[in-house]
């Protein structure tokens, strides 16, 4: 009796079914546990942060620190002994702490370490200040004046405090007003002298000698400069203006140092802050992050660039891929004769999709930018050289290399679609007279879209998160501009881009103060994660749509 | 092998001599075809009367199926058939060369035995034939949407909801929606493949109706399994049986009083 118990328990298939129970749960434990480590350590990264400051024992004496604990960890005592650490500890393991201090342009360095024993009292005072900077990194003291237009103030805390929030507004302005015009005016009239220049060149070497056009292009010529002229008298009176005012602030080696607010992008006293002021903060820095360009080698500022240019790329192979997967689709499943050949050709194609995307990157450098992009430029830019237009990577052969990369999956996603279409519909169609053109394209086309959409999904899903090929292609570090704009013809297809796996790569392995951009990779990691899965959701979206209209296969 | 080929000429002669009143609409002339190696169907002689319904019976298996499909050419979809002998429409050979495939499926229009209406509203189903054929006027199409839907009887329940899926339809208004769709572009004939096996008795029984309706202005084929069926809608029946015609007539000769052994044993259901 127990003997049939047993082997019915294992016949049932019970432990199989826990087998496969568990293999999912892993799985999904493992995926949500990366999304959850990648969203505590990159949203963490905004909340603003108080700032400590410590008595710490050292070197015989009593320094003062301040600064941000960026990281806490413990270890062992004869660990730091072994370190250098001079003091005698009690105990075997100790926290220590990374402690920001900030201030490179001060001290030189803008980390250090702390171990606890040795922070002799530890405090919180309010009247601490964080300034984030465009240049050298946060700037951490106490206020000591405000120096506007001249006039110096030294007064209490709350009042500086109010003066230095609305000089650092007013600032804030002018360099958006700045910017305005140094990136949209000024780049427009760059764009079209880069234009004009280019046409003096190809007049060159046409051997064209037309006084006319070139009196016209002179006078264009004169009409710009005129134009930069002016932009130049309003920009020089912005940059006085901006210039005006500047901060002093007492730093924790007691010494004191100026700050020209030019150069202040932020002010917060976080010490002073409430909790809804902090999440006030918190999302102005969020917003912050995915709007503005970057800063310093990235390793500050916004990732606006980098997510255009993913969301750019990932649309444009879209836009190519779909249609080329689909049309060799259709022909190897409908039109092309069963065979030796056809087998062979999807043998080729599934294995395209194994192999390693660093080659397609190469075979992408190497074909598209070197073959094609050169010819296109001896053929339609010749004025141009030897600087090339296509010639180098650049949004289009960017996409075209991701698009060959992605092709497979479009090809056996839609070969499925088209395989599952019942032989029924088809016949239907073809008994009313239609030929096998239109039966495709009336009935079996739209009926296969969801499965079309399908291999897009795929498609997206694996081209948004694709680097190495990337980085031979065309995705760059810093970007000038944009890939899209005001300037005709507003797409420009040969330009370099960013890309936030690129800048994920570079912003954590390449970056000169890798311990500073640390939460920016996770944070930039979070940010595409968001990307695809936005992408994502809305193929599937409009999949639904497509299979709630086409719904018959369940017939 | 020899016995079975003199008793066919037998009965094509018998049946002959009532069909000689007929107009003759599809003609088979030693008609044969094979897949790859295995031939289907074995030296078919048979004359199908115009503006009547012939049925094809037959156990499973036996090639009846694969005939009506030869008469509007559904079997080029096949890779490997070879056929050889003639199949012809109103005289005309309909596998030369010459023949417009889809012209000729115009003509002979076919339904299946599953209803496979397309994932488009009830309108745009009958519509598609017309849109093929290249009309693009609205009132007509509109008129002739109409006209097939009250022709097969599905005018009354679906007149005011002809923007619907054409799958919200029950399985058997979906058959003559597809029956519709067929005469939507005017065929002279209707192929019918076993029309009604995936249908409730009820739905059967309309299908049946529709039939009889139909066979006034339409030369009619149907496939069945169901002998009931073919003895109340047919006006002609042919026995088929491993691919060669065993017998055909009027369908109350060949069932009251069979001429073959082999269709007495089918129709009185001693195999098949």
């Known amino acids: ?555 | 092998m020899a016995t079975t080929s003199i008793s066919s000429d037998l009965f094509e002669n018998q049946a002959s001599r009532s069909i000689d009143q007929e107009d003759i609409c599809i003609t088979c002339e030693d008609f044969s075809l094979s897949y790859g190696t295995k031939q289907a169907l074995f030296d078919i002689n048979l004359k199908i009367p115009t503006n009547r319904a012939t049925a094809f019976i037959g156990p499973s298996g036996c090639g009846k199926s694969t005939l009506l499909r030869c008469m509007n050419r559904m079997n080029d979809l096949i890779d490997g058939i070879n056929i050889s002998g003639q199949m012809k429409l109103h005289g005309k050979d309909i596998n030369t060369r010459d023949v417009n495939v889809t012209e000729l499926r115009q003509q002979v229009g076919m339904v299946f035995q599953k209803p496979n209406p397309f994932p488009k509203s009830i309108f745009e189903n009958v519509a598609y034939g017309l849109r093929l054929q290249g009309i693009t006027n609205k009132t007509e199409i509109e008129d002739r949407v109409e006209w097939s839907l009250v022709n097969s009887a599905l005018w009354g329940e679906v007149g005011d909801r002809l923007q619907d899926n054409a799958f919200s339809l029950s399985g058997g208004q979906q058959q003559r929606l597809v029956i519709a769709r067929a005469i939507a572009v005017r065929p002279q004939v209707l192929l019918l493949d076993e029309p009604a096996s995936a249908l409730d008795p009820i739905s059967t029984l309309k299908i049946e109706e529709l039939i009889a309706e139909l066979k006034s202005q339409y030369t009619v084929v149907i496939v069945t399994h169901n002998m009931q069926q073919a003895a109340r809608v047919s006006d002609y029946t042919a026995f088929l049986y491993l691919g060669k015609l065993i017998e055909f007539g009027p369908t109350n000769v060949l069932f009251t009083a069979p001429g073959e052994r082999q269709t007495e044993d089918y129709i009185t259901g001693r195999y098949g």
């Open chain 1, 1 to 555: 009796m127990t003997d049939n118990k047993k082997i019915g328990f294992f016949q049932s298939g019970t432990p199989w079914v826990w087998l496969n129970a568990g293999a999912v749960s892993i799985s999904m434990i493992m995926v949500i546990g990366l999304l959850v480590l990648i969203a505590v350590r990159g949203l963490g990264h905004f909340w603003p942060k108080a700032i400590w400051q410590i008595e710490y024992e050292e070197g015989g004496g009593i320094t003062t620190l301040i600064g941000e604990r960026a990281k806490t960890e413990t270890v062992s005592a004869r660990q730091l002994r072994e370190a250098g650490v001079k003091y005698n500890f009690k105990e075997e393991f100790v926290e220590r702490t990374l402690l920001k201090i900030g201030n490179r342009d001060v001290y030189g360095f803008d980390f250090r370490l702390t171990v606890a024993p040795l922070e002799k009292s530890v405090s919180l005072p309010e009247e601490l200040i964080v300034l984030e900077r465009t240049e050298w990194g946060n700037f951490y003291g106490e206020l000591v004046a405000v120096k506007e237009d001249g006039v110096i103030t030294q007064a209490g805390v709350e009042e500086l405090w109010a003066k230095l929030s609305s000089r650092v507004e007013r600032v804030a302005e002018l360099r958006e007003r700045i910017g305005d015009i140094e990136k949209s005016e000024i780049g427009a009239i760059n764009f079209k002298m880069e234009k004009l220049r280019l046409r003096t060149r190809a007049m060159e070497l046409a051997g064209r000698d037309d006084a006319e056009e070139q009196a016209e292009i002179a006078g264009t010529k004169a009409q710009l400069d005129a134009d930069y002229d002016a932009l130049k008298t309003r920009l020089d009176v912005l940059y006085a203006d901006i210039r005006r005012d500047a901060v002093t602030l007492r730093v924790m080696t007691g010494e004191e140092v100026s700050i020209n607010l030019s150069k202040v992008v932020k002010a917060t006293r976080p010490n002073a802050m409430s909790i809804p002021t902090k999440i006030q903060h918190y999302f102005g820095n969020l917003i912050d992050f995915v709007s503005d360009d970057p800063r310093e080698a990235n390793t500050e500022g916004g990732i606006f660039p980098a997510i255009f240019g993913t969301v750019m790329m990932v649309l444009l192979m879209s836009v190519i891929v779909t249609p080329f997967g689909v049309i060799a689709a259709i022909y190897l499943r409908e039109y092309a004769k069963q065979g030796f050949v056809t087998r062979l050709v999807r043998i080729s194609v599934n294995n395209l999709a194994g192999v390693p995307s660093i080659v397609y990157g190469v075979f992408g450098l190497g074909f598209f930018v070197y073959v094609l992009g050169g010819n296109i430029d001896q053929l339609f830019y010749p004025e141009a050289l030897p600087s090339p237009t296509f010639g180098s990577g650049g949004l289009m052969w960017a996409s075209l290399t991701l698009a060959l990369l992605t092709v497979p999956v479009v090809i056996v996603a839609t070969e499925e679609g088209l395989a599952r279409i019942p032989r029924a519909v088809r016949e239907g169609s073809l008994a009313l007279g239609a030929t096998k053109a239109e039966t495709l394209w009336r009935i079996v086309i739209p009926m296969a879209s969801p499965a079309m959409m399908t291999g897009l999904i795929l498609a997206v899903a694996r081209a948004a998160g694709e680097v190495a090929p990337l980085m031979l292609v065309g995705a760059v570090k810093l970007a000038p501009s944009l890939p899209l704009d005001m300037n005709a013809p507003f797409l420009h297809l040969e330009r370099k881009f960013m890309h936030l796996g690129f800048h994920i790569y570079d912003v954590g392995f390449q970056s000169p103060n890798v311990e500073a951009a640390r939460p920016l990779v996770y944070a930039t990691a979070l940010i595409l994660v968001a990307v695809i899965i936005l992408l994502n959701l809305s193929a599937i979206y409009i999949r639904n749509h497509l299979r709630e209209k086409y719904r018959t296969l369940e017939q």
